[in-house]
């Protein structure tokens, strides 16, 4: 189309070249109002040329050409920078150009045409275009961007995002597309039960017992039983009702091996109910323990008449247990390796003696506060089996004789030259006779040259036992780890140094000297030095002094740095630094009236040395064991700067006490018991006499 330029007051239009017709002015008509039906129509017509119905595919106006390529007039390109003026408003220009130009120009927000837009008093004058190839010639149609070109439906453009693409009627509702219905999957029931069961394996019994009240499924696993061969209830026994109790063990009866009800006071009542019905279920226990149990003797004899394969039987503290289930036990159980009927107040020896006859392979016998042990028929079979490794027979009427056919049985072959009985040596490992007060001297020589392989002696509470018992003893078990000889008054440092000397000292980890008031530093100085291998020392009520403290830190600085050669000061090395360092001797020091804060310092200052893997815990007077336990709590926490701080400001105060105090109250008492302990100490190094006063000694010359 040839392009229409407007002429009008102030504006100057562009000149024809001379001769040219086509450039007459026209002077148009003011447009006709329309009303009624027309404009409507017209209105409609306007809104289906829209360009942006095209992109919806909305099909266009019958009377829109879309075959080719789309143009509109320069007039709706015309920018607010055109020569012209103001850009022309689309309603004018379908108004204006009618006959003209056919490209679409109104939209939905198009002014109707009472609106004055145009200037009636200017001139339209058609402009022919430049040939082609004349300077300043450009094109005098421009195509209309691409995604405001209408289009066929056949050939829509791609769908924005903004812009939904809507395929048919714009007012039809969209299809609904049904969702595929996923198949349900039963995590839980298609798994199979091995891999449930050892999931559930992972957790503890309590946690078990919780989890069966989920579902039917839950409580058919939590109950199976292959997770229920170690049923063993004392860590939760006050928590677990009876009743669940008692479904586990007939549930899981014959997977069940050992069976440790330890504590279940709550059973007492489903005893009676149901303890047939335990026991026919529970038929393959090999570890069986009722300990601190309630319990009626039917259902005991049931529960041992059931079992044959009993391996370790536990009745400690079990009133209902009398002779004649020792009777059971020694018909129905041929493989009993340990029992224990220790406190079992209805029980005496005559039931021992049969289970020792009817239980060749037993190895442990615990039977503390039991009577009968004069009767020679026991020791004697004892003596004859020789299978048992340790023994217990604490607060028993046991007496030297008894020893003596224990170790040596009836008239046996005495060497000529050294007087010792000869028989095979025994193959005890543990003994313990404490508080058996009619043991002497006599009774204790007997062990000796008969138990090399013993590596646990308790011995506390016999009042007739001497350093004459020991003198032998030790120098013929160089296994033994435990020494236990609290409260025996009449040994004395002399024991100890013979201990310190004996073969057994290097393997020592026990020691229990607690009461034994005529020991001192002599005896306890030879320990620390020698057994290098000490775990925990109990010198309660000794009379030993900070001397012994002081040798004790020194000797596990000494077992440190053989352990983990680190050089001191080597504070970045990895194996002390992420590690917090162990605990590697135990001592007791209750009552002891020569330790005093300044031996408790010395363990403290050792514990925070650099590169410390080894420490000591310390037991002490009340007054000093807040302190020294908040000092080894930082220590273990590796806050080693702090405890150093502790302990300087707790030896700055324990100085300033003692200074305030000098004269005051207590200052003849404090300085009596330094004088005493003085005193002891020459005693010991000069080996004179242990107790009373001593003759003054002079400060006079030499020659004096």
Known sequence: MSQVTIDGPGRTGETSPPGDTRGESLRFEEPVKLKGRKRFMQSLQRISSSPSLARVG??????????????????????????????????????????FSTAPTSAVTTPGPDAQTFDFNSRIRIVAPKPSGHPGSAPLTAPLPADVRPTSKENLLPVTPEVPDIDGDYFREPDVVPKRKERAIDFWGEMPDEIKLHIFRFLKPREIIRSSAVS???????????????????????????????????????????LNLRGCYQLWERWATHGQAISEACRNLQSFSLEDCRIDRTSVHLMLL?????????????????NSAMKIIADACPQLESLNVSWCLHLDTKGLHKVIRGCPKIKELKASETRGWQEKGILLDMFKRNTLERLIIDHTDMHDEGLEILFHGVDPEVDPLSGRAIVPPRNFRHLNMSRCNRISDKGMKCLTYNVPRLSGLEVSYILGLTDDAFRLLFDETPLLTHLDMEEIDDISNSTLQTLAQSPCAANLQHLNVSYCENIGDVGMLSIMKNCTGLRNVVMDNTRISDLVLAEAASRVRLRDQQQSPVPRGDLNSDSHNDKPPDVALHLEVYDCQNVTWTGIREIMSR?????????????????????????????????????????????????????????????????????????????????????????????????M
Not at 219 to 225: H, S
Not at 312 to 320: E, K, M, T
Not at 649 to 667: D, H, L, P
Request: charged share 25%; net charge positive; aromatic share 8%.
């Open 58 to 99: 909305r099909v266009p106006s019958s009377n829109y050409r879309t075959g080719g390529k789309a143009s509109m007039s320069c007039v709706s390109l015309a920018s607010s920078s055109s020569a012209y003026g103001h850009p022309p408003n689309p309603h004018s220009c379908s108004q204006t150009s009618v006959g």
């Open 216 to 258: 039917r499924s839950w409580y058919k696993t939590c109950f199976d039983g292959q997770l229920w061969t170690n049923l063993d209830t004392e860590e939760y026994y006050k928590d677990i009702p009876s009743m669940s109790l008692v479904r586990i063990m007939t549930a899981a009866g014959p997977f069940i091996r050992d």
């Open 306 to 322: 059931q079992n044959e394969r009993l391996v370790h039987i536990n009745f400690c503290r079990v009133q209902a247990i009398n």
């Open 607 to 703: 514990n925070t040395e650099p590169s410390r893997s080894l420490i000591i815990n310390l037991k002490c007077f009340y007054g000093y064991q807040q302190t020294f336990d908040e000092h080894r709590k930082r220590v273990l926490g590796g806050r080693v700067e702090s405890a150093r701080r502790l302990e300087r400001k707790w030896a700055e105060y324990m100085i300033a006490t003692e200074e305030a105090g000098m004269g005051g109250a207590g200052a003849r008492r404090r300085r009596r018991r330094a004088r005493e302990a003085a005193m002891v100490h020459a005693d010991e190094e000069e080996g004179g006499p242990r107790g009373g006063r001593r003759r003054a000694r002079s400060g006079g010359c030499v020659v």
